[in-house]
C-alpha cells in the first residue's frame, strides 16, 4: 500500500537495511524505464540512524551507500538521504523491510557493515547494468554470453550492490546480483506491506513486494 509523505516527518521511521528507490528523468534513466518496464530506474540502502552522523549543519540525517553516477564522482560513495531527496530530479520511494528481514540484518549486522564499507570508493560499472536490464539471449544456450551477467565484484551497479548487500544481511541467499535490476530489487517479497513516496506524484511501484528472490539471476 503507497501513501505519500515528506521526508523529514518520516525519517525517524527509517532503518538501516531499507531501501530508497529512485524514478529519473534522465536519459539514462529514460532508457532504463524502458527496457525494464518499471518506475524505479535506481536503488540505494540505508546504512546508519540519524542518531549516527550529522551534516555539516548540525542536522541529524540518515546516510545510505550508493553506486552511482553524481556531481563529477563515480562509483560507490556514501550520500545524505536529505540532500539525494532534496535535489533528486525524479520520484523517491522508501521502502521499509519487514519484521523478519530486520531481524535478519540484526543477526547478521557486522557482516553487511564491513562488507559495504570495503566496497566503498570501487568503480561504477554501467555495463552490467545493461546486461542485466536486457535479458533477450540469457537462456539461449550459445549467444546467453551476449545479455546475461556473470557474478563479477569488483565494479558495481546499483541494484548490484543493494542485492549482495542483503544478501551479506541475510535477507536474500542464493541470488546472482548482477542480474538484479533496480525494479527486481522493488520486487522482491522483503519489505512491509506500506511502502512511502517521499518525492513526486503519487505513483505506486509495479509488482512491488510480489517476488521470492531464492535463486533470482541464476541460470537454470
Given at each position: 500500500?503507497?501513501?505519500?509523505?515528506?521526508?523529514?516527518?518520516?525519517?525517524?521511521?527509517?532503518?538501516?537495511?531499507?531501501?530508497?528507490?529512485?524514478?529519473?528523468?534522465?536519459?539514462?534513466?529514460?532508457?532504463?524505464?524502458?527496457?525494464?518496464?518499471?518506475?524505479?530506474?535506481?536503488?540505494?540502502?540505508?546504512?546508519?540512524?540519524?542518531?549516527?552522523?550529522?551534516?555539516?549543519?548540525?542536522?541529524?540525517d540518515?546516510?545510505?551507500?550508493?553506486?552511482?553516477?553524481?556531481?563529477?564522482?563515480?562509483?560507490?560513495?556514501?550520500?545524505?538521504?536529505?540532500?539525494?531527496?532534496?535535489?533528486?530530479?525524479?520520484?523517491?520511494?522508501?521502502?521499509?523491510?519487514?519484521?523478519?528481514?530486520?531481524?535478519?540484518?540484526?543477526d547478521?549486522?557486522?557482516?553487511?557493515?564491513?562488507?559495504?564499507?570495503?566496497?566503498h570508493?570501487?568503480?561504477?560499472?554501467?555495463?552490467?547494468?545493461?546486461?542485466?536490464?536486457i535479458?533477450?539471449?540469457?537462456?539461449?544456450?550459445?549467444?546467453?554470453?551476449?545479455?546475461?551477467?556473470?557474478?563479477?565484484?569488483?565494479?558495481?551497479?546499483?541494484?548490484?550492490?543493494v542485492?549482495e548487500?542483503?544478501?551479506?544481511?541475510?535477507?536474500?541467499?542464493?541470488?546472482?546480483?548482477?542480474e538484479?535490476?533496480?525494479?527486481?530489487?522493488?520486487?522482491?517479497?522483503?519489505?512491509?506491506?506500506?511502502?512511502?513516496?517521499?518525492?513526486?506524484?503519487?505513483?505506486?511501484?509495479?509488482?512491488?513486494?510480489?517476488?521470492?528472490?531464492?535463486?533470482?539471476?541464476?541460470?537454470?
Amino acid at each position: 500500500m503507497l501513501s505519500q509523505q515528506h521526508y523529514h516527518d518520516i525519517k525517524h521511521l527509517i532503518a538501516p537495511g531499507d531501501i530508497i528507490a529512485f524514478g529519473g528523468t534522465s536519459l539514462f534513466s529514460r532508457w532504463t524505464k524502458f527496457t525494464t518496464r518499471a518506475q524505479v530506474t535506481h536503488t540505494a540502502l540505508v546504512v546508519d540512524t540519524p542518531a549516527i552522523h550529522s551534516t555539516e549543519q548540525g542536522r541529524h540525517d540518515l546516510t545510505m551507500i550508493e553506486a552511482t553516477s553524481i556531481k563529477g564522482k563515480k562509483g560507490v560513495m556514501y550520500n545524505y538521504v536529505s540532500e539525494r531527496v532534496k535535489h533528486y530530479q525524479g520520484d523517491v520511494w522508501w521502502l521499509p523491510l519487514h519484521n523478519n528481514a530486520k531481524a535478519q540484518l540484526q543477526d547478521n549486522w557486522q557482516h553487511f557493515h564491513d562488507f559495504l564499507h570495503q566496497q566503498h570508493g570501487k568503480g561504477y560499472d554501467v555495463w552490467q547494468l545493461f546486461g542485466a536490464a536486457i535479458d533477450v539471449f540469457d537462456d539461449h544456450r550459445w549467444f546467453n554470453w551476449l545479455t546475461y551477467n556473470r557474478k563479477k565484484l569488483n565494479q558495481w551497479f546499483c541494484s548490484e550492490l543493494v542485492a549482495e548487500g542483503l544478501r551479506y544481511a541475510g535477507i536474500v541467499s542464493d541470488v546472482n546480483p548482477s542480474e538484479t535490476t533496480p525494479k527486481d530489487i522493488c520486487q522482491f517479497d522483503i519489505f512491509a506491506p506500506q511502502y512511502v513516496q517521499l518525492k513526486g506524484r503519487p505513483k505506486k511501484i509495479k509488482g512491488y513486494n510480489s517476488i521470492n528472490p531464492l535463486g533470482w539471476g541464476n541460470l537454470g
